[in-house]
């Protein structure tokens, strides 16, 4: 099956720094990678929708040049999440769209605690 | 707003016992499906169900949907404790370019 990792697994910062997550698909290209935030014991929420080579369309509320987003390759999308804050603190899981299927697939979630 | 709607939001049954779970959503859809989450993990695919398609089996998993209703059934039978996750519907509604959205999702609880 197609497999998706994130790196890295977890990690905690400082408040006021930036911090980038990395998103890749393993075994195909994908055309299109999704960014989503959980909350504890909470649902997937829709960060952005990218596509390799063009820039990111955001949902409503998330601040753009807050969470950056890149989608240099068919393989690898990173998002950075800028001048990070303790409410930043959450679980981001990434996704992956590629070739005949309509199925997401996820990677296995960063989880972010800003101090 | 949420698209997906499951119900019940907790559920907890005897190792052996069948699971239903169920879904509803609101708008035209291409396709719905079914996510399972352990704890602290990443979202694992279990089933996709097309808007032409009723029913689907995959090994204990049984996906009903009836568009009519706009509703989805997840069925697991004989339920494992390793089935102890929580699970989620996602509904990618008719020209949402793959998008998709969560519905709250179910803790399932398998006791030994």
């Known amino acids: 099956g197609a497999v998706v990792s994130q790196h890295p697994s977890w990690v905690i910062c400082k408040s006021g720094t930036s911090v980038k997550i990395e998103c890749r698909s393993l075994?195909?290209?994908?055309?299109?990678m999704f960014w989503y935030r959980q909350f504890p014991k909470q649902s997937l929420m829709l960060m952005a929708t990218?596509?390799?080579?063009?820039?990111?369309?955001?949902e409503q509320g998330v601040e753009k040049d807050k969470f950056l987003i890149n989608h240099a390759s068919l393989t690898l999308s990173t998002l950075t999440v800028t001048s990070a804050h303790p409410e930043d603190s959450s679980f981001y899981i990434c996704?992956?769209?590629?070739?005949?299927?309509?199925?997401?697939?996820f990677g296995p979630g960063t989880r972010l605690t800003v101090l | 707003s949420q698209q997906g709607e499951e119900d019940p939001q907790a559920l907890s049954i005897q190792e052996g016992e069948n699971a239903t779970m169920n879904c509803s959503y609101k708008?035209?859809?291409?396709?719905l499906q079914w996510y399972r989450q352990n704890s602290g993990r990443g979202l694992v695919h279990l089933i996709l169900?097309?808007?032409?398609?009723r029913e689907k089996h995959s090994g204990r998993l049984r996906v009903t949907l009836d568009t009519s209703k706009k509703s989805s059934s997840l069925l697991i039978t004989a339920s494992r404790a390793a089935d102890t996750a929580s699970y989620f519907c996602a509904t990618d509604a008719s020209g949402a370019n793959s998008k998709l959205t969560f519905g709250k999702g179910i803790t399932l609880s398998v006791r030994p």
């Open positions: 075994d195909f290209q994908a055309t299109t």
């Open positions: 708008t035209s859809i291409n396709n």
């Open positions: 169900i097309r808007s032409n398609e």
């Open positions: 996704s992956a769209v590629g070739g005949s299927t309509d199925t997401q697939y």
């Open positions: 990218s596509n390799e080579g063009s820039k990111a369309t955001y």
